[in-house]
């Protein structure tokens, strides 16, 4: 049997000048990470024998995703989102956190400063037709302690699917607001349903997509951060039940504990009290925080965040 080309010493060296590990500048870590993922590339390029034709069309796979600003929609489509999640849920049982509401990953189309409002907020600004939707809970701690003063920000597509900021026919932060939690804990919004997304049908992600059979849809949700101070910030999202992707969701992102029920209402009475005249829907979650603990990874993510301009 002939050798590996990856267990000979002359590519043993030529990795460690790759990582620059034969000499002290630079950082360690670093150097360690690239190190072994240049020998995975390597080693995926030995094991399926990759053409250099293959491999150039990955490469331009991968700069056509950057030049699409895609990377962040190709990732959570990969699972990877969802693994870094998992990471954090196992570190926190281990650490021996229970309960809570389950995080669930962020996506590529939050948008930073939102406009804030207290207690209470409308977020669709942008008339369109479709369902009304009003959401309320409380943000609790674990013992079901309400969380006055806590900040709830909240971000979701419209009735197209479209994410303000994103797309350019919506108005600035239409469907994203900040509410603070009153005195009781409590939040709530009026805003209209959403629809699920799909990855843009010529983008680089579903080019992939395809070549994996695979579609590039999301069950319609609603995403939240949830922060207060002393307590572990919480990413998260609810899915809207019924939704033919609920469990075939492209990014991963559900969990049974964030369907929560979506209540329809339809007699005249309802409509008319709140002001309204066509049936609209009513969907109540809390939030449950954890307490911060210094033995904890942190779990607020830095990543490049556009503000709406
Ligand atoms: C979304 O709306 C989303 O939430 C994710 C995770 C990926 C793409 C679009
Ligand atoms: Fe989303």
């Known amino acids: ?27 360690e870590r670093l150097k360690r990470i690239v190190l072994r993922v240049s020998e995975h590339i390597c080693s995926v390029i030995e094991e399926f024998d990759v053409s250099p034709s293959e491999f150039w069309s990955a490469m331009a796979y991968l700069t056509e995703l950057g030049q699409a600003n895609e990377v962040g929609l190709l990732v959570p489509g990969l699972g990877i989102e969802t693994f870094l999640d998992m990471r954090m849920d196992e570190a926190e049982r281990r650490a021996g956190l229970e309960g809570g509401t389950p995080r669930t990953i962020e996506g590529p189309l939050y948008i930073a400063g939102a406009p804030l409002a207290k207690g209470e907020a409308r977020l669709d600004q942008d008339p369109e037709q479709g369902e009304v939707l009003f959401m309320e809970g409380v943000v609790t701690d674990k013992d079901g302690a309400p969380i006055p003063g806590a900040i709830v920000d909240v971000w979701h597509a419209n009735t197209k699917g479209g994410y303000s900021f994103f797309d350019p026919s919506q108005s600035k932060y239409n469907l994203r607001r900040r509410i603070e939690t009153d005195a009781e804990g409590r939040y709530r919004f009026r805003s209209i349903m959403p629809a699920g997304y799909a990855c843009p049908p010529n983008g680089a992600t579903q080019k992939l997509l395809d070549a994996l059979g695979r579609h590039g849809h999301r069950p319609a949700h609603i995403h939240f951060f949830v922060t207060a101070p002393n307590y572990r910030k919480l990413t998260t999202q609810i899915n809207i039940d019924g939704d033919e992707y609920l469990h075939d969701d492209f990014a991963f992102a559900t969990r049974d504990e964030l369907i929560p029920p979506v209540v329809r209402h339809a007699d005249a009475e309802a409509i008319t009290a709140r002001g309204l005249n066509e049936p609209f829907s009513t969907i109540t979650f809390n939030f449950v925080l954890h307490r911060e603990a210094d033995v904890l990874p942190d779990t607020t993510v830095e990543r490049p965040h556009a503000q709406a301009a």
């Open 1 to 27: 049997m002939t050798t590996s080309l990856l267990a000979r010493p002359e590519f043993r060296e030529l990795l460690t000048k790759v990582a620059g590990l034969d000499h002290q500048a630079g950082d």
